[in-house]
């Protein structure tokens, strides 16, 4: 696996993106894949919460007949949490400062996430 390819990928949402401040890639069993995050955040962690965050919107998504899960947004006091469906294995997690504009993170990360499925096919 390429994890230069993913590392630049999540470096470049988080340098288009105002606001945004730390990403990454899990599997979705929770296993961090790749990161791109600050020293004083604990990825491994985060990647396991997304996981949990993912397995139930996807299993709500289901359960109320709306299509197919495409992500989950937390706001939260001091800033924002996306965790995005990468794929049937992956998820991407992007985290934001109150100044996160959710539109435009919406609009960028969709190529991200076809070009980082992408890479993580290749295994």
Same mark, same amino acid.
């Given at each position: ?5 993913? /590392? ?11 606001? $945004? &401040? ?16 600050? @020293? /004083?955040?604990? @990825? #491994? ?14 299993? /709500? ?6 299509? /197919? ?13 996306? $965790? ?8 991407? $997690? $992007?985290?934001?400062? #109150? ?11 969709? @190529? ?9 096919? &290749?295994?």
């Amino acid at each position: 696996m390429d994890y230069d390819a993913l /590392t630049a990928e999540l470096c470049s949402l988080r340098e288009r993106v105002s606001g $945004v &401040t730390d990403t990454l890639v899990a599997a979705i069993d929770g296993l961090l894949i790749a990161a791109d995050t600050a @020293p /004083t955040l604990d @990825p #491994e962690g985060v990647s396991a919460l997304a996981a949990a965050d993912l397995g139930l919107a996807r299993r /709500t998504t289901a359960a109320i007949g709306q299509g /197919t899960f495409r992500q989950t947004v937390v706001h939260s006091s001091g800033g924002y949490m996306a $965790v995005y469906a990468v794929g049937p294995m992956a998820l991407m $997690v $992007v985290l934001g400062d #109150e100044g996160l504009d959710v539109h435009r993170l919406h609009l960028e990360s969709q @190529p991200v996430i076809e070009r980082i499925d992408s890479i993580l096919s &290749t295994l």
